[in-house]
């Protein structure tokens, strides 16, 4: 059976794996970066702390935004709104506090722009199998994004600086603003919301899921860290590592996914 998916989720995946591109630059870095700043482990426990509760806010927030401004709308919003806070951290590197707040910010926004996007594809597919190959095509398109992004980061740490990061990160995101105003006309128009509660099913579904990105966290600031301070690996080396799980998932989510 060939995998079929429309011109508009492609064009969905095209955008994904450019923000995921910039985005991807910065992620496995920020805490890394806070502390190569001079933030102690503690500032930086409670910032990744802040982060997570900013995550779960911008994906309740954003779903009830999604619904009353619609999707494309709030795509766009999303993606400038993170990618103004970018530049005000490059310009502001040196205020630690001030660039922790501009960073949950930006991750504000990020939150608020993935429900909306995530959303816009149930807007063009229907039924089981089209949205697994669907979502199977925009993580391809995401990972291929994730794939360099860290690569490119580290060579730019390495040898321009750690400010520089967030303002190619912003760049990159802005590029994509224009890809979004494509998608209008797409999306259907819903004018009410409501709360859905979690059953029992769902929530014991979400225990192995907590615990799964729980430690897919730990990829970030932790492994990162870890090799660069104690391993003495080089940040421009540690990106291949990134790299490589990103490759991984451009070669198989497309084939998982048709299994499926």
């Known amino acids: 059976m060939i995998?079929?998916?429309?011109?508009?989720?492609?064009r969905i995946a095209v955008l994904n794996g450019l923000r995921a591109l910039g985005?991807?630059?910065?992620w496995p870095y920020v805490g890394f970066i806070l502390y190569k700043l001079g933030l102690p482990f503690w500032l930086i426990g409670i910032y990744y702390s802040a982060q997570m509760a900013v995550s779960f806010i911008s994906q309740v927030v954003g779903?009830?935004?999604?619904d009353l401004m619609g999707r494309v709308k709030l795509m766009i919003i999303g993606n400038v709104g993170a990618g103004v806070s970018l530049i005000l951290t490059y310009l502001l590197i040196k205020l630690n506090v001030v660039i922790m707040l501009l960073l949950l910010t930006q991750s504000m926004f990020n939150g608020m722009f993935a429900v909306a996007s995530s959303t816009i594809v149930g807007d063009l597919e229907r039924g089981v199998v089209n949205l697994i190959r669907a979502y199977s095509r925009i993580r391809v398109g995401a990972n291929a994004g994730w794939a360099l992004g860290p690569l490119i980061s580290g060579y730019v740490m390495y040898y321009l600086g750690y400010s520089y990061v967030f303002?190619?990160?912003?760049?990159i995101a802005l590029s994509a603003t224009p890809i979004i105003l494509t998608l209008r006309g797409l999306e259907r128009r819903v004018?009410?919301?409501r709360l859905i509660g979690v059953n029992v099913d769902f929530g014991l579904f979400l225990i192995p899921t907590i615990m799964l990105f729980s430690t897919m966290g730990l990829m970030g600031f932790a492994l990162t860290t870890y090799y660069n301070v104690v391993r003495h690996i080089a940040i421009s080396n540690i990106g291949l590592v990134y790299a490589l799980n990103g490759f991984m998932v451009?070669?198989?989510q497309d084939r998982v996914g048709r299994f499926l």
């Open 23 to 26: 985005f991807s630059l910065i």
């Open 3 to 10: 995998f079929r998916v429309g011109s508009e989720i492609n």
């Open 63 to 66: 779903g009830l935004l999604t």
């Open 191 to 193: 004018v009410s919301f």
């Open 167 to 171: 303002l190619i990160t912003a760049l």
């Open 250 to 252: 451009v070669a198989l």
